[in-house]
Nanobody
Framework: VQLQASGGGLVQAGGSVRLSCAAS????????LGWFRQAPGREREFVAA????????LYADFAKGRSTVSRENAQNTVTLQINCLKPEDTAVYYC?????????????????WGQGTQVTVSS
């Protein structure tokens, strides 16, 4: 499966960003989908994920309450909206898919990765 992330850009602190990830290739609906981010000089970290079987979701602590991850199997897309953005949210955001179908925090459990989209939050 190929993943293409989009929707990043420059956003003021307190604003929102809506990231999209379009998938192509194998059957999209059987994959769990996750979002990760990586800031300069830092390791890649988990943001949120959605399962394939019941669309249950999992969020990192910093994302809870201000982020929403959702999937649309008919359109082969997964979106991540983050509200109340902070400068520390600045990072490259990646979408990923795993064939196990469940939500995982560990990046090594994801099998496919998109190219990333930059989100920069100005103070």
């Amino acid at each position: 499966v190929q993943l293409q992330a989009s929707g990043g850009g420059l956003v003021q602190a307190g604003g929102s960003v809506r990231l999209s990830c379009a998938a192509s290739g194998r059957t999209f609906s059987v994959y769990a989908l996750g979002w990760f981010r990586q800031a300069p000089g830092r390791e890649r970290e988990f943001v949120a994920a959605v399962s394939w079987y019941d669309s249950s979701t999992l969020y990192a602590d910093f994302a809870k309450g201000r982020s929403t991850v959702s999937r649309e199997n008919a359109q082969n897309t997964v979106t991540l909206q983050i509200n109340c953005l902070k400068p520390e949210d600045t990072a490259v955001y990646y979408c990923a898919a795993n064939v196990r179908g469940d939500t995982y925090i560990a990046s090594q459990l994801y099998d496919y990765w998109g190219q990333g989209t930059q989100v920069t939050v100005s103070s």
